[in-house]
């Protein structure tokens, strides 16, 4: 099995934290749209496997019109084997979300939307500088699930400047009270180059606090917990059958094909990326060029690879997988690197899985670059 990825790189307001690729002005949709529909049709022998995720992400697809998502999904159907009950994602603003745009989307076939919320405080969305309202963060999801979408996911963020331990816990109160499957929950992370982290230089806005991070980290996982999500990824919190698809076989190494500026792409073998300028990758489209750059992964690349997605997840490590990887007892000279984090209460070793405690999970990157091969000097 494998996904598709297509990166909209478009969005109605530039928030502060955000660091993708994405345009403000929109001169150039219907151009992109063009150029993406090329790309489809050039990478449809990149994957030979059965599609059984799509994937609409960005910037923000909501904004594109019927017209536009219909001629997508048209070419992916018509280069590509999409699986009659593929997951079909839309990663969607609540500012975009009414009764009639969300008739559309079911109509061609969406069946999961990803809800950009953030934060339900008025407070926090102002600093963050996205486009809707509290009001909106609300009341989209309650629309979403009238219109018959019951897979919704809704991104929160925490430990961001004016979020109080009290203000996460009634964030989650409310994110949990709205019945979704799915949340994902990130850390706020200060991107250079980005208005946050001008205002932060400038002493308008207070640093994220490591502390402070934690704190809510807990919050949320125990909260999770006593609702039944299930924290299958470090950051993603799933009830029973309902992760996603998508991601979930891209933290377990199911090839992927990204489409779009900016967009990565991934056959075990290598990875490659599209430029990320939205001029420039419709003008090579038209020569009937895709614009990417490629990295062929080294032995040791595809090993620190797999270990850095495999320990996210709820499954960890195994011993199996990773010596099929990088060679035979590759795992027990892992083990021997792990063995602090284990005597520590940060790993927990359960044959022939090696995973993250749930305090480790909080560390989860510094961990898994200690456990990193390194390529043997020539
Ligand atoms: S809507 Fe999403 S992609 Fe667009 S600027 Fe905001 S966070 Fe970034």
């Known amino acids: 099995m494998a996904g598709i990825y297509i990166h909209i790189p478009f969005c109605r307001k530039a928030c502060n934290y ?38 609409f992400g960005g910037g923000t697809p909501s904004l594109l019109n019927r017209a536009h998502l219909a001629k997508i999904m048209d070419a992916v159907k018509l280069h590509f084997n999409l699986m009659p009950h593929a997951e079909i994602t839309l990663e969607a603003n609540p500012d975009d979300i009414n009764n009639e745009q969300l008739n559309y989307w079911v109509e061609l076939g969406i069946n999961r939307l990803s809800i950009g919320i953030q934060s339900f405080r008025e407070e926090d969305l102002q600093w963050m500088g996205r486009a809707h309202n509290a009001d909106q963060a609300l009341a989209c999801i309650g629309l979403a699930q009238s219109a018959g979408i019951q897979n919704i996911s809704i991104d929160l963020i925490y430990g961001g400047p004016s979020l109080s331990n009290k203000d996460w816990i009634q964030n989650l109160e409310i994110a949990i009270k709205t019945g979704v499957p799915h949340l994902s929950c990130y850390a706020l992370t200060v991107e250079p180059k980005t208005a946050l982290a001008h205002k932060i230089n400038k002493q308008e806005l207070p640093n994220v606090d490591a502390a402070h991070q934690a704190a809510h980290f807990a919050i949320l996982q125990e909260m999770t917990a006593a609702a039944g999500f299930e924290q299958y990824e470090i950051s993603n919190f799933s009830l029973p059958g309902k992760r996603s698809i998508h991601n979930a076989n891209y933290w377990s190494g199911q090839f992927y094909l990204g489409i779009g500026p900016a967009a990565h792409s991934f056959n075990g073998l290598s990875r490659q990326w599209n430029i990320s300028n939205n001029a420039l990758y419709i003008q090579s489209l038209a020569q009937g060029i895709v614009p990417f750059e490629k990295e062929e992964l080294t032995l040791v690349q595809q090993t620190n690879e797999y270990i850095m997605t495999a320990l996210r997840t709820i499954e960890g490590i195994d011993a199996n997988r990773l010596d099929a990887i990088a060679g035979k007892a590759t795992f027990d000279v892992i083990l021997k690197d792990a063995a602090h984090y284990m005597n520590d209460g940060l790993l927990v070793y359960n044959h022939p899985h090696l995973c993250l405690s749930s305090a480790g999970k909080f560390m989860a990157d510094g961990i898994a670059a200690h456990l990193f091969r390194e390529e043997e000097a020539n």
């Open 18 to 55: 955000c660091n993708f690729h994405f345009s403000t002005n929109h001169q150039l949709i219907d151009q992109v749209i063009k150029a993406i529909i090329h790309e489809i049709e050039l990478q449809k022998t990149y994957l030979s496997e059965p599609i059984e995720t799509l994937y």
